[in-house]
């Protein structure tokens, strides 16, 4: 009867250590999204600024590249590869218009 309740709270105890690591390994995840995100959303901004400023160079080119490389495994990022791939679509040479 000892050893079964021994056996019974080990196994308890291993399940609950699980359910720690695993919420742990969740938020360090969550964490490093987000700072991604952050990272995206600031290198669309700059790029796009370029853009319309008619200040667009390779350096932009190479963060976009960089970008859809860093959120490429995120599936939570796909927003953000998307809107960098069709943002590198974008001729170095797009001015804007004068009315």
Known sequence: ????????LMLAGAGLRYQAVTRDWE????GRVALLRLDGERTLIKVRDHLLD???TGEDDAALRELRASVGPESQL??????ARNSSSVPATFA???N
Do not use: F, I, N, S
């Not at 009867?1 to 019974?8: E, H, K, Q, S, T």
């Not at 938020?27 to 969550?30: E, Q, Y």
């Not at 796909?78 to 809107?83: E, G, N, S, V």
């Open 1 to 8: 009867m000892a050893v079964a309740l021994l056996v019974g």
């Open 27 to 30: 938020r360090k995840k969550a």
């Open 54 to 56: 008619g200040q667009y």
């Open 78 to 83: 796909a927003y953000l590869r998307d809107r």
């Open 96 to 98: 804007p218009t004068e």
